[in-house]
């Protein structure tokens, strides 16, 4: 099984400990490692190849879901900009990243694609670390609405 389709199915079944929320076009997860804080990821849920593959309906509600996603990532840190990048090279299933873009950042890093940044060095993920800040996303998306209408499991 793919990357994207085991994260997904650990997600349908609560076993996903990066998971913010379910959107009704997949699933908000954050970054596996956190390099700018609050780097995620939309999961499309069902798993498909592309955006490309998906109806007229599909494709608008997973374009909304991830600038949701933004908002409610500029809202909860100090992010000048979030990036968004559809990409599906080395895992061909549709997802989609988001990247804070911060002040902090060095000049000719924030000019830079994320990409850039080290991320054999870069912090992992973890709940101690960056549960604060996934609570947070959680909460805003709830209070921002459009979220699925079925119960998340419970990890």
Known sequence: MALIAERVELARAGQNAKVIRRLRSGWAVMGDV????GYCLLLADPVVPSLNVLGEQARQQFLSDMTRLGDALLAVTDALRINYEILGNAEPELHAHLFPRYAWEVD???RMPAWFYDWQNAPAYS???HGALQA???ERLVAMGGLWSEPVPSR
Not at 34 to 37: E, Y
């Open 127 to 129: 709940a101690e670390l």
């Open 34 to 37: 956190q390099f700018l804080p």
């Open 108 to 110: 000719s890093a924030r």
């Open 136 to 138: 947070a996303l959680a």
